[in-house]
């Protein structure tokens, strides 16, 4: 949580203003939010919206719990981005003179809430995604013997998706305790209590869910490379071999980004906050929890092969991979010619050169 007044930075920050200091700390902060904020909403919109509209628009998604899991971890990011990323952002572009909450009033225990919420709801919607796909590797793995002879429908994933929402909401209730909403919507001092939260949110937002994802990813791993043991065909072991290799890299990116993109903001919180580069370092580290909740679009495009394949069924990515056969081909053709013109030109020198040599023998 970030504890600060709205300092004056007209002076210092001011491009116009003759003590105008690029370097200083503060102006960094700024442009670091105005710059990186805006890019993140830019993104994250696109991307959210793109995951909704392929969620949406396919029967076979929307009746599963993969489904109702990505539109749920799409509708909170776009809520934190226009809560938390967006009220970061304005306030770059303000030099911290406009606050969102302080306009707000009593709203803005509902706007710290919500942005908390929907920062924690998003990890353990990833937390959940990541059990979803180990449950289904497991019951394939073992025939469904161990693991019910059910999947699970789009009604259970609703339930398990709203339980975590509820649980979610209590967890970040505490806001009502330490907002000062009768003066500017400013955070009551009161370290111990910021400190006993900032251990409480380093495990629950970041440290738990991590843990879950990682053992999911490496049970689908093992299950995968017992799968490949149990293979007899050659043919079979030669795809199963990519597959292996190619799932193992894609699960091991999609945990490294998310405990890169969780665990530091968790961390700093535990930082002094009234040291200037402590600030700097908790700005960074805000924007990398934001473009990481920006960016779960790009995540699950690289990590779910139907969900790629459902994106390149819209026309414009299909005009857009014909685009690219044709400029193949074209290309092709271009090389093919090129390739005939020299082997023309090649004979052409080689028929003048053996004339040329009769010529002299005769």
Known sequence: MNITNSPNYVEICD?????????????????????????????????????????????SFRIQTFGVYIVALSLAGLLTLYTGVLHWTIQGFTMWQFNIRQHLKMGCIFHVMLTYTSLQYVAWIQA????????????????????????????KGLIIVSVELLVCLGLNSFVVLVL?????????????????????????????????????????????????????????????????????????????????????????????????????????????QYLGVANTFVVYCISGSKFRSALGEWKIFRCFRSGQQAAKGVNSSVKLYNSSTSLRKTSRTLVTTTLMYNENHE
């Open 15 to 59: 491009k116009h203003h003759p003590d105008y200091d690029p370097k200083h700390i503060d102006c960094m902060i700024l442009d670091l939010r105005k710059y990186g904020g805006t890019v993140i909403l830019a993104t994250g919109t696109i991307g959210h919206i793109l995951s909704l509209l392929v969620i949406l628009t396919k029967k």
């Open 128 to 155: 959940t995604i990541a059990l979803d796909r180990m449950y289904h590797v497991a019951r394939h793995f073992w025939k469904s013997k161990h693991c019910g002879s059910h999947h699970l429908n789009w009604k």
């Open 180 to 288: 000062d909403y009768e003066n500017e919507c400013f955070y009551l001092p009161v370290p111990s209590a910021w400190f006993i939260w900032s251990v409480f949110d380093l495990i629950s937002f970041s440290i738990l869910p991590s843990v879950i994802i990682i053992i999911s990813n490496v049970v689908v791993i093992i299950a995968t490379r017992r799968s490949l043991n149990n293979t007899k065909s050659e043919h079979k072991n030669k795809t199963l071999v990519k597959t292996r290799r190619s799932m193992t890299v894609m699960l091991t990116v999609v945990n490294i980004l998310f405990v890169v993109t969780t665990l530091p903001v968790s961390i700093v919180q535990l930082m002094d906050n009234d040291n200037p580069k402590t600030e700097l370092v908790r700005s960074a580290c805000y924007a990398i």
